[in-house]
């Protein structure tokens, strides 16, 4: 009991440090699908972010705030000779024998002892959220694994950034001939390892390639698949899983700068003439 106790208290306190990785990892499209490359190595990173968490409001709790004036002078400092009393085994009492310090303790101060882990894990959440979206954004690019991910967010997300095609080899195949994918990267999520699991395509397209003893070759013509959504007014997407998907390339389009609506109206224009344009050609072939 005392040990299992013990362990609870340890992964309590490690709170802080799993708030700060997992808002660094919210901002991303990467899944927790799979187990980071190194566990260890993150799980010594949970340890030392929050000791320091622990550290910085052991002084700010010690030195400020549990000894002046104000509306947190009712705030009791931190006591670690009590403290300690939570991870000893002789700090349990038995059925029958007094009760030790350590559980009036919790019963004294059990609303400030959430209230301060509620707010570490908050700000460390913060923290983390905040150095995930810089290295989203390309500032603390040393910390990055898989860097062609971001560039692909980027792509998602920003209003000046570069569109992105993509062409996906799927696992499709009938003889020698092979189904392959086309279009605008509308959504995309990857595994921990970098691996895609999935891609959304809107103004979608599919052809064959033929794999021969001498080369491959790819059809003439490629069939547009969301030819009918134009005239229900919505935008049909495909979804390719990681299942069927053998192979990717993603092309960066143009570099389209959007500086104010009327330009993102022309845009949307431009975007929907293209799209009816061919889908009506391939409808007279």
């Known amino acids: 009991m005392s040990i299992a106790w013990a362990t609870v208290v340890i992964v309590v306190l490690l709170l802080p440090g799993f708030a700060f990785f997992w808002g660094l990892y919210s901002p991303n499209q990467v899944t927790r699908e799979v187990s980071p490359a190194s566990p260890l190595a993150q799980l010594a990173g949970v340890v030392v972010i929050s000791f320091l968490v622990h550290a910085c409001a052991y002084f700010v709790i010690n030195t400020r705030l549990c ?29 029958g024998t007094p009760p030790r310090l350590f559980r009036s303790m919790l019963d004294s101060y059990a609303g400030w002892i959430l209230a301060y882990f509620a ?24 910390f ?48 921990a390892d970098g691996t895609i699991s999935y891609v959304v395509l809107h ?17 003439d013509t490629s069939i547009p698949l969301d030819i009918r959504g134009e005239s229900f007014g919505t935008q049909p997407l495909l979804v390719i ?13 143009n570099e389209v700068r959007i500086e104010s609506g009327d330009d993102t109206d022309a845009l949307d224009r431009a975007i929907d ?8 050609t391939a409808g007279n072939r």
């Open 203 to 219: 103004d979608a397209r599919t052809s064959t390639i033929e794999i021969t003893s001498s080369g491959t070759l790819h059809s």
């Open 67 to 95: 000894v002046g004036p104000g509306l947190l002078a009712a705030m009791p400092c931190v006591d670690f000779d009590e403290f300690s009393a939570l991870l000893r085994i002789e700090a349990f009492t038995l059925p």
């Open 119 to 142: 707010a570490t894990g908050a700000v460390t959440g913060l923290l983390g959220f905040a150095a995930g979206k810089l290295i989203e954004n390309g500032y603390l690019s040393g």
């Open 144 to 191: 990055t694994r898989h860097r062609y991910l971001f560039v692909l967010e980027r792509g998602r997300k920003k209003k000046r950034a570069e569109l992105v095609r993509a062409h996906v080899l799927s696992r499709t195949q009938n003889l020698n001939n092979v189904i392959f994918y086309d279009g605008i990267l509308q959504d995309f999520f990857a595994k």
């Open 273 to 280: 003439e293209l799209e009816q344009t061919s889908a009506r």
């Open 241 to 253: 899983t990681s299942e069927n998907i053998a192979n990717v390339y993603f092309e960066p389009l």
